[in-house]
């Protein structure tokens, strides 16, 4: 019987000895993998806050139309909540949905969902400048959102969702600055969570995109989330809006 209590004790050790070396094993295989992992990542994370402070401070491009109208850009939220609320406004001609503020060329909307493509989702207005002015359309933007709102604005969460404001010279760059600076003169306290940043390329969205709101009245985001969006600034700013815009 000693005997056998002997072998088991050295079968238990066998095996607590084999089990240990397992352990370690996968232990050394975890950690080879996070050094491997790791260091991808933080040149990753790195390379886009590279592109990001290249970008901010790189000289912005002003785009020249021909057909006597401009371009405004600006990126807040979903971009058919956006669409929708800046063609209702007097003086738009078109509202485009797309991309911008991004380091990669062509970007798709499952692309940017990743949040790893750098852009935003973004809107192109072509505005008549007789009508209404980059200014009025910068309080538009403000006067639109939930200014405090970090990488989003409401359930649309991320990075591709964050706002932006962009510039194509030192005078819009100027308009926006200054109505950065009296949001917080009416409220110190106040968080403006709007990067602005030199217009660099806006890349069209999808044509499916396009009008999304219009064509799209009973998709449940749209009666959820892009209407009563629309609404709000409606009731906010009704001197700015088109005759055929009210719903």
């Known amino acids: 019987m000693k005997a056998f209590f002997i072998v088991k004790r050295k079968v238990f050790l ?25 260091p991808a ?22 785009v020249e139309r021909k057909d006597g109208f401009k371009s405004a850009y600006f990126a807040s939220g979903c971009f ?12 738009v001609e078109e509202s485009i949905s797309g ?20 852009h935003a989702e973004a809107v192109e207005i072509i505005y008549n400048a007789e009508i209404i002015s980059f200014k009025q359309l910068v309080t538009i933007y403000f006067g639109s959102q939930n200014i405090s709102q970090l990488n989003g604005q409401g359930n649309d969460r991320g990075s591709q969702y964050r706002s932006i404001i962009f510039y194509q010279n030192e005078e819009e760059k100027k308009i926006i600055n200054d109505q950065i600076e009296a949001l917080y003169q009416e409220d110190k306290n106040r968080i403006v969570a709007a990067e602005v940043m030199p217009f660099q390329k806006f890349w069209k969205g999808e044509e499916y995109h396009q009008n999304y ?28 809006l088109k005759e055929n815009s009210k719903h």
């Open 99 to 118: 991309y911008s503020g991004g380091h990669t060329e062509n970007p798709t909307y499952k692309k940017s969902n990743t949040g790893k493509t750098g």
């Open 14 to 38: 066998i095996i607590t000895t084999y089990k240990k070396t397992l352990m370690k094993k996968s232990l050394t295989i975890s950690v080879l993998i996070l050094l491997v992992i790791l």
């Open 41 to 62: 990542s933080c040149q990753n994370s790195n390379k886009n806050n590279a592109h990001s402070k290249n970008q901010k401070t790189a000289e912005p491009v002003q």
């Open 213 to 240: 709101e219009r064509l799209h009245p009973d998709n449940s985001y749209i009666k959820n989330v892009s209407i009563p969006r629309l609404k709000r600034f409606q009731k906010k700013f009704p001197e700015l």
């Open 80 to 91: 058919w909540c956006v669409e929708a609320i800046y063609e209702s406004v007097k003086g």
